[in-house]
Nanobody
Framework: VQLQASGGGLVQAGGSLRLSCAASGRTFSYYGMAWFRQAPGKERDVVAAIKWSGDRTYYAGSVKDRFTISRDNAKNTVFLQMNGLLPEDTAVYYC?????????????????????WGQGTQVTVSS
């Protein structure tokens, strides 16, 4: 599956952005999806993840209650709505797909669980 992320940009603290990730190549609804982010000099960490069915989600503690992950299987797209953005949210955001999602009940949140990666989109939050 090929992934194309978009929607990043520059926003002031407290503002909002909506990231999109369009998938192509294989049956999108087969895959668990996630958003990761990587700030300069730091590891790539999970932000949010969603089951193939869309009925269960996972959020990193730092973004819970501010970010919302969702998916539209009919449009082969996963979204990340980011509200109340903080300067520490500044990073390159990557969408990722997991082909083993259906093997697990839990929402997959480890980097190694994900097989396919998009190119990343920059999010910069100014103070």
């Amino acid at each position: 599956v090929q992934l194309q992320a978009s929607g990043g940009g520059l926003v002031q603290a407290g503002g909002s952005l909506r990231l999109s990730c369009a998938a192509s190549g294989r049956t999108f609804s087969y895959y668990g999806m996630a958003w990761f982010r990587q700030a300069p000099g730091k590891e790539r960490d999970v932000v949010a993840a969603i089951k193939w069915s869309g009925d269960r989600t996972y959020y990193a503690g730092s973004v819970k209650d501010r970010f919302t992950i969702s998916r539209d299987n009919a449009k082969n797209t996963v979204f990340l709505q980011m509200n109340g953005l903080l300067p520490e949210d500044t990073a390159v955001y990557y969408c990722a797909a997991s082909g083993k999602d259906r093997l697990y009940y839990r929402v997959l949140s480890a980097r190694d669980d994900y097989d396919y990666w998009g190119q990343g989109t920059q999010v910069t939050v100014s103070s």
